[in-house]
């Protein structure tokens, strides 16, 4: 027995949203790491440029590791491969920022290009599959905020300064944060 496409959606939607809705305060409190990673990553170039690379990197682990958790035992939704290749590749960055911090700042621009690139297509598919869920729309949003952050670093890429990296990371991590702590707050509340 076949199904159509659009009974397919169907029960893709209600698996993503019984997944953020079992766990609404795991992504709420996660929402509340990344919101404050990001209002961190602006205020921190202010007071001192020397440690950014690290602080970056610290941030994009601590930020990685937590969406890891909030991805344990979600093996059975659909976008559950991409976002572990995104939070991955997040990881790996982070690591890379603290334990090579000699490779120098366009190696490290780059870098971050890169992840601001594949985790905003990873969420813009993420809200296009969930679409009809409430508040879709701000994840939609947070992704193209990531791939306007790419853009903006590679159209700096060649004298890209490290205040740029961390404000960047910071508007970057902020939507996302708020925009999943939003839906899983609002499907939280339709139970």
Known sequence: MAISVNEAAAVLRAAVRDTIRQRALLFLAQSAVMVLAGVLALIF???ASAGILALLGWLLIISGVVQ???LWGATQVPYFWLQLVTLSLEILV???LISRPEAGLVAV????LVLFLVSGI???VFALMIRP???WVWVLASGLVAIACAAILF???PEAATWLLGALLGIELIAIGAAQGLLAWRVRQAV
Do not use: K
């Open 45 to 47: 170039p202010a007071f």
């Open 68 to 70: 890891v958790i909030s």
């Open 94 to 96: 982070g690591y890379l």
């Open 109 to 112: 621009t780059f870098l971050m």
């Open 122 to 124: 990873a969420r813009v």
């Open 133 to 135: 869920i409430q508040d």
């Open 155 to 157: 159209a700096n890429l």
